[in-house]
T-cell receptor, first 108, second 120 residues
Framework: AQRVTQPEKLLSVFKGAPVELKCNYS??????LFWYVQYSRQRLQLLLR??SRESIKGFTADLNKGETSFHLKKPFAQEEDSAMYYC??????????FGGGTRLMVKP | GAGVSQSPRYKVAKRGQDVALRCDPI?????LFWYQQALGQGPEFLTY????????KSGLPSDRFFAERPEGSVSTLKIQRTQQEDSAVYLC??????????????????FGPGTRLTVL
């Protein structure tokens, strides 16, 4: 069965410090992985997807099939990055399986 | 343009009461999804519509949960005889194109603000 694990419920860093939000997955097929973000009092929105290999708001994520990971990274955190981050696996043609989420707090 | 909207935004129900949660997807979006998000957890898939057809309801936790989308636009999630464990945020999402087993690429799901259901 498919599963997405985000081991950290809370990650607190200072502004300007590097950030890495961990995501591990379990899936027998070829994975399609995403990061979703929810800022305070806003709705859940797509941040980035592994297929596009793009950098959004300075964030990148590399799919590592050997380690079954899709960690989200940013070299220099900003206060406006504070939010809930969810890693998600797309499968079965129509289903998203989400991890439990990590709250990122960037302190001034 | 307008995004996905949900109503009510907050609902308090007494245990045993029936509730109905509404989702208005983005106009023209073919696919519609319902998720349940318990406190401190990520969203969990409940059910999926393609136009008016409910193609997957494997995530519905019990037969007290029922969803419909009769005209392929607005959808209603109904919970009968609510229990305390039903307390959660219910999220609706819509997607502009078909999503099915033959499609290997993801069609972005746009989420609504959610309905927070509290069962006392």
């Amino acid at each position: 069965a498919q599963r997405v694990t985000q081991p950290e419920k809370l990650l607190s860093v200072f502004k300007g410090a590097p950030v890495e939000l961990k995501c591990n997955y379990s899936y027998s097929g070829s994975p399609e992985l995403f990061w979703y973000v929810q800022y305070s009092r806003q709705r859940l929105q797509l941040l980035l997807r592994h297929i596009s290999r793009e950098s959004i708001k300075g964030f990148t994520a590399d799919l590592n099939k050997g380690e079954t990971s899709f960690h989200l990274k940013k070299p220099f955190a900003q206060e406006e990055d504070s939010a809930m981050y969810y890693c998600a696996l797309f499968h079965a043609g129509n289903m998203l399986t989400f991890g439990g989420g990590t709250r990122l707090m960037v302190k001034p | 343009g307008a995004g996905v909207s949900q109503s009510p935004r907050y609902k308090v129900a007494k245990r045993g009461q029936d509730v109905a949660l509404r989702c208005d997807p983005i106009s023209g979006h073919v696919s519609l999804f319902w998720y349940q998000q318990a406190l401190g957890q990520g969203p969990e898939f409940l059910t999926y519509f393609q136009n008016e057809a409910q193609l997957d309801k494997s995530g519905l936790p019990s037969d007290r949960f029922f969803a419909e989308r009769p005209e392929g636009s607005v959808s209603t999630l109904k919970i009968q005889r609510t229990q305390q464990e039903d307390s959660a945020v219910y999220l609706c999402a819509s997607s502009p194109r078909l999503a099915g087993p033959l499609r290997s690429s993801y069609n972005e799901q746009f989420f609504g603000p959610g309905t927070r259901l509290t069962v006392l």
